[in-house]
């Protein structure tokens, strides 16, 4: 994370994805109330910007911006200069034990970190899909019982498609093919298990199809920082239907959209043609609000 912000997060916070989530948070979130004299608690926190907008929507007076790593925290609490906001070091897999009356938990793009951080706990170059999905699972729940009745858990991130099938694709470009191989060779945080048909056309799962448009646009315009932290990370662990039913079990009601960022979209058409396999593109983006 700390590479993350000293390299691109000026990028990452207000490029076409943080465009994007902002956009799909704030339709969700219209005309909702947060219960009352409540605080949000923003969950991986890179600035307050975006918690203190649930904060306005939702007429919360506090927020509150966790980060596991305590350098953070220092910083972004000698930068804050709102007294509404307060900074504290914590994991988020223990937020249940807080004795704060809460309206909104936020994960904003962060659920991925902590399922590829403890997933690769092992050391290993993998990361495994069952610690980090547990580990996910895990920080999900704590948030929900911190919940005042009313409140609500809001999660932005990457999503899996729910399709398993083998989708067939071609490389429009000889540049996009040393692209894809590229990634191939050097993404080891998840088997992306592509099958080379001929020089431009491959085969690969749904699932990881959707990993491999999410970064190979990195290396692709030579941004070289993003994609040396970026390779660290599997940015998608959960599919629609498994968030609903996982919301569903700690006993919340969820409202899922799905989309992908139209910049984003228009480059994938560009750069690759579906042959086989799926109609469509997979969508990019999940945003879940969930109320208690």
Not at 205 to 229: C, D, M, Q, S
Request: one cysteine or more.
């Amino acid at each position: 994370m700390r590479r993350k912000r000293d390299a691109y997060w000026s990028d990452l916070v207000g490029g076409v994805t943080g465009r994007y989530k902002t956009e799909q948070v704030i339709r969700q979130l219209a005309g909702r109330r947060l219960p009352a004299d409540s605080a949000v608690v923003d969950v991986g926190a890179g600035t307050s910007d975006l918690a203190k907008m649930v904060a306005e929507i939702g007429g919360a007076s506090r927020i509150i911006c966790v980060d596991y790593d305590e350098t953070i925290v220092r910083n972004g609490a000698s930068a804050e200069s709102d007294p509404r906001v307060e900074w504290r070091a914590a994991d988020a897999r223990e937020l249940g034990g807080w004795s704060d009356r809460v309206g909104a938990v936020t994960f904003f793009d962060i659920l991925h970190e902590l399922y590829s951080f403890v997933g690769r706990a092992g050391g290993e170059a993998a990361v495994d899909h069952q610690l980090g999905r547990a580990a996910v699972e895990e920080a999900l729940s704590a948030a929900a019982s911190l919940l005042a009745p009313g409140g609500v858990l809001i999660i932005t991130d990457d999503v899996l498609p729910e399709e398993e099938t083998a989708v067939r694709v071609a490389c429009r470009r000889p540049d996009i093919v040393a692209v894809v191989r590229r990634i191939e060779r050097e993404y080891r945080s998840r088997t992306l298990e592509i099958r080379w048909l001929d020089e431009q056309v491959f085969e690969i799962p749904a699932r990881t199809f959707i990993t491999l448009l999410t970064h190979y646009n990195k290396p692709k315009a030579g941004n070289e920082a993003r994609w040396a932290v970026e390779q660290m990370e599997v940015h998608e662990y959960m599919a629609v239907s498994e968030y609903d039913a996982f919301l569903r079990r700690i006993n919340l009601t969820p409202s899922i959209a799905v989309g992908t960022p139209a910049e984003a979209l228009a480059e994938w058409q560009e750069d690759f043609q579906l042959l086989a396999g799926l109609e469509a593109f997979p969508f990019k983006r999940v945003s879940v609000v969930a109320s208690k």
